[in-house]
């Protein structure tokens, strides 16, 4: 499998705003979050709202669903929105093997430009810490 980096999400994370629960069934954690994003095919920021809910089961199987709206310019030079749904499960901890974890997002424009891409393409994302929040790379998975 070959992969080619396309989009990064720059995640900016206030630990003030995080919230949690535990309960019978598990935990539950909010993260709301913002951002900037730079890539070949758009540049733009994280509009207000986005949040990485991620659930802990009684199994210990976490789930990570974050959900955003992107804002920016596409490569065509035309303002623009991208929707971002990215999930990944993780058993009880995120991995650790060098503080990556991999998610598969899904996305909604309204770009003419990169619609016929975005909804057609299958994509991977890798997160690693970075400072003040967490750096998503996005890369399409060429087969």
């Known amino acids: 499998m070959e992969k080619k980096l396309i989009l990064e999400v720059h995640v900016t994370i206030d630990p003030k705003d995080i919230s949690a629960l535990s309960g019978p069934a598990g935990d539950v ?6 951002g900037t994003v730079t890539g070949e095919i758009f ?42 749904d990215n999930n990944g499960w993780f058993d009880d ?14 996305f909604i424009t309204n770009s003419k430009t990169l619609a016929p891409y975005l909804h057609q393409n299958k994509f991977i994302g890798i997160g690693t810490p970075a400072e003040g929040g967490v750096l998503i790379s996005m890369y399409e998975v060429i087969e």
Not at 29 to 34: C, D
Not at 55 to 62: A, E, G, M, Q, V
Request: charged share 25%.
């Open 93 to 106: 901890e995120l991995p650790q093997s060098e503080g990556e974890f991999k998610t598969v997002p899904t």
């Open 29 to 34: 954690v909010m993260i709301p979050f913002g």
């Open 43 to 84: 540049n733009g920021v994280v509009r207000p709202g986005g949040v990485d809910v991620q659930r802990t089961n009684l199994s210990k199987i976490r789930h990570m669903g974050a959900r955003y709206m992107l804002e920016g310019t596409d490569s065509a030079g035309e303002k623009c929105m991208i929707f971002v």
